[in-house]
Nanobody
Framework: QVHLVESGGGLVQTGGSLRLSCAASGGTISTSAMGWFRQAPGKEREFVAAISPKSITILYADSVKGRFTISRDNAKNTVYLQMNSLKPEETAVYFC????????????????WGQGTQVTVSS
């Protein structure tokens, strides 16, 4: 089973940007859909974005459309999440996930999770 490790989280001011990375090991992600989720304190984990194996199908939560961009580099076994115009309410732990398809990830059907990386947006 592939092992996922997120990085790139941190503290940023409102309106700022961060780029998260998710590096996979123990297997290739090139044939899997990849996604990002987030969980704020006291809230359920929610879908953020997903990308199909060849980056053909890309899905976003409505709340991040136009501000976040998911991408992947299969040669590096890594998926990214560029986050712009961040808001305080987007403070959360961000998780990387692998799944069978982008639509399944959007539905919360996940094969495995990373450990998460904390993103804090100060007001």
């Amino acid at each position: 089973q592939v092992h996922l490790v997120e990085s790139g989280g941190g503290l940023v001011q409102t309106g700022g940007s961060l780029r998260l990375s998710c590096a996979a090991s123990g297997g290739t992600i090139s044939t899997s859909a990849m996604g990002w989720f987030r969980q704020a304190p006291g809230k359920e984990r929610e879908f953020v974005a997903a990308i199909s194996p060849k980056s053909i199908t890309i899905l976003y939560a409505d709340s991040v459309k136009g501000r976040f961009t998911i991408s992947r580099d299969n040669a590096k076994n890594t998926v990214y999440l560029q986050m712009n115009s961040l808001k305080p309410e987007e403070t959360a732990v961000y998780f990387c996930a692998v799944g069978a398809s982008s639509s399944q990830l959007r539905s919360g059907i996940v094969g495995s999770w990373g450990q998460g990386t904390q993103v804090t947006v100060s007001s």
